[in-house]
């Protein structure tokens, strides 16, 4: 253990596990540590059930209702992948895909005036949908046509539009689409969680609009892919990577201290023994006192055993409840997977509510979400951010996962830290596995 390391990890939940993947690629050695028994921090999967019910307080063991323990693995925090994303980037980049198997997720909804509607994915499906009138409809392909041609490099798509300083309200009133059609648009196409967008240049609204709609492109279900198991098995998908280029596991080890000398890191205590190190990176449940809360969000999982109504009996779905039909200033969302992803036992799906807390009793605040499936458990965690950039203390510390229900915020913060550490842009072809892996496999 007195060993020397380039970079020690402390936790091993997405974030910390891709960049001890892509810092193992790039021949640093690397040392990652966790507290618990089992991967994925607070991105984990949590199984057996009854794990479930201990983390949660519940009393009693799970009914003989919900089958056998070990049928589910209930992820932590709920999002899906966009499937032209940052993250499946990073997952094809790193060849983790060959350790993964992805299902499409069957549906993206959205709530208006107290009901679910399907977001559109086919030209046939927006023509026949009733979440618009005619005219809007019309108005609305317009406005699409006009960003799928969209291109930053070429100012003849631009149409009048200054990217960097149009703001996206301008656009909105250019092709004169009315309040409903925004909000889907901000909230379920965008993803935006609040309106704050509407006064910013207009460029990064378009650039999301595109992302999701060469995400659907792929796929043509939804623009959303979940991995079979949970999602605890992308942290364990990247391990393997960051152990196949010589990178140290150790699970079960408590911290005892992280040794800072001249407000510089030099290592960390674990069981007596000290490792030392360059650089450390690591969640926020492991520097305290160096990370301030910004907020809360509520998570509620919710053992169903029917698919939610009016989804077509989908056995996956995301519903988006934008902030404006709720009269709140943030979006709610939910995400649903089932027995069919491996996740539950047979015939019973596992919906998981989620939205940034805004009141005293943020129970009442997901209410509308509730009131579409039927609760079961629920959960409040806080969103810690780190206080500084690291470059100083050169410990760099994660963001908690916010209440977007994708990856997107997630990759941000790993390019993020990617820099801070190493000084220069984070770049893709970094993450390319050697074609001559010293370690060899199959």
Same mark, same amino acid.
């Given at each position: ?39 994925g ?8 059930l ?12 799970p ?39 992805f ?96 006064d ?40 393997r ?6 990178g140290?596991?150790? &699970?079960?080890? /408590? $911290? %005892?201290e992280? *040794?800072?000398?001249n ?7 674990s =069981?007596?023994? #000290? ?43 995301q ?10 200033k ?5 995400c ?10 047979q ?24 009131? &579409?499936?039927? /609760? $079961? %458990?629920?959960? *409040? ?10 470059? =100083?203390?050169? #410990? ?5 996962y ?12 790993i ?22 892996d ?5």
């Open positions: 253990m007195n060993e020397e390391y380039d970079v020690i990890v402390l936790g091993t939940g997405l974030t910390e596990c891709i960049l001890s993947g892509i810092m193992s690629v790039n021949g640093k050695k690397v040392l990652h540590m966790d507290r618990n028994p089992y991967y921090g607070e991105s984990a999967s949590i199984t057996p009854e794990d479930l019910y201990k983390r949660f307080k519940i009393p009693g063991s009914p003989e209702s919900m089958g056998r323990g070990r049928d589910w693995n209930v992820d932590l925090i709920p999002k899906f992948l966009m499937a032209n994303g940052q993250l499946v980037k990073m997952l094809l980049y790193t060849e983790v895909t060959r350790y993964l198997d299902k499409v997720t069957e549906g993206s909804f959205v709530y208006k005036g107290g009901k679910i509607y399907k977001v559109p994915s086919t030209e046939a499906e927006a023509l026949a949908s009733s979440l618009m009138g005619l005219f809007e409809k019309r108005r609305f392909r317009k406005f699409l046509v006009y960003v799928a041609n969209f291109d930053e490099k070429d100012p003849r798509t631009f149409e009048g539009i200054d990217p960097k300083k149009t703001t996206m309200r301008d656009v909105y009133k250019k092709f004169d689409l009315g309040q409903d059609v925004i909000d889907f648009t901000g909230h379920a196409l965008a993803l935006y969680r609040t309106d704050d967008y509407l910013q240049p207009c460029y990064e609204t378009i650039n999301r609009i595109k992302l999701y709609s060469e995400s659907l492109a792929r796929y043509g279900k939804s623009p959303y892919l979940y991995p079979l198991y949970g999602l605890g098995e992308l942290p364990q998908g990247f391990a990577l960051s152990a196949i280029y010589g140290t596991y150790m &699970l079960n080890k /408590p $911290i %005892e992280i *040794i800072v000398q407000g510089k890191v030099i290592g960390v205590k =069981e007596g023994e #000290i490792a030392r190190c360059k650089q450390l990176i690591c969640d926020p449940s492991y520097v305290k006192d160096r990370v301030e809360k910004v907020g809360q969000v509520i998570r509620v999982i919710c053992i169903l055993s029917h698919p939610i109504k009016n989804t077509n009996d989908a056995n996956s779905c519903i988006i409840i934008p902030q404006n039909q709720v009269n709140r943030s979006d709610i969302y939910v649903m997977i089932s027995f069919a992803h491996n996740v539950a036992a015939g019973k799906y596992i919906a998981i509510v989620s939205t940034t807390v805004e009141t005293k009793e943020p129970e009442k605040e997901i209410r509308p979400a509730l009131e &579409l499936l039927e /609760p $079961i %458990e629920q959960n *409040i965690s806080d969103l810690l951010v780190p206080k500084d950039l690291g470059t =100083e203390s050169q #410990i760099f510390i994660s963001r908690t916010d209440a977007t229900t994708h990856f997107e915020t997630t990759c941000d913060d390019k993020n830290i990617y820099k801070r550490m190493t000084g220069s842009e984070f770049d893709f072809e970094e993450m390319k596995r050697k074609k001559n010293i370690y060899g496999e199959d």
